[in-house]
């Protein structure tokens, strides 16, 4: 019987060779090296690279297609939740994304996180069931405080020193929605 001790970093070896499709590839090839190279796929994430955007316009194209599915942006955030303490290199133009990101927290090892131009469109209440309460103008008082600081630099600098610590909710006193607005 052949065992497989020493195959990990050579896989890993190989992968560091890899671009991203071809990593894509490899990663579905079998078990070990899915372990082995997932973390190479996920270090750096651009969601303006045509992969990404086209994973993301299949699930948003679904959506709009049936207006009781709402996968699509869970789907996004179950993703974050399962890989995101990998990413190092974050670079968000979507809004699906950079919603998964700030709703997960789950990327702790971030060392660079960059935010294009995202429109602070009118919110989706499909998205955000939380949000069914407010009113119109409350919905565009969101977005507008969601979007307006759009930030790029190190992780490590002054204005992210405490943007992706986690934080307790007190649940008893106020709604998620006045939490966020306040």
């Known amino acids: ?13 190989i992968g560091t060779h890899l671009d991203t499709p071809h990593l894509y590839t490899a990663v579905r090839v079998c078990r070990s090296w899915n372990h082995a190279l997932v973390p190479f796929l996920w270090t750096s994430i651009d969601d303006s690279l045509y992969s990404w955007i086209k994973i993301l316009d299949t699930f948003m194209e679904r959506r709009r297609m049936d207006s009781n599915d709402v996968s699509g942006g869970d789907w996004v955030r179950g993703v974050f939740l399962k890989y995101g303490h990998l990413v190092q290199h974050l670079h ?38 939380w949000m069914y309460d407010l009113s119109e103008e409350e919905q565009v008082e969101m977005a507008e405080i969601r979007w307006k600081n759009a930030m790029e630099g190190g992780i490590d600098g002054l204005t992210f020193r405490h943007a992706f610590n986690p934080r307790v909710l007190d649940l008893s006193k106020t709604t998620l929605a006045q939490m966020e607005v306040n």
């Not at 019987?1 to 070896?13: D, H, K, S």
């Not at 809004?95 to 469109?121: M, Q, S």
């Open 92 to 129: 968000v133009r979507r809004r699906e994304v950079l919603d998964a990101v700030c709703v997960t927290r789950a990327c702790a090892e971030l060392k660079t996180f960059r935010v294009g131009k995202i429109e602070p469109v009118r919110l989706r209440l499909l998205e955000h069931e």
């Open 1 to 13: 019987m052949v065992t497989n001790t020493g195959i990990p970093e050579i896989i890993q070896q």
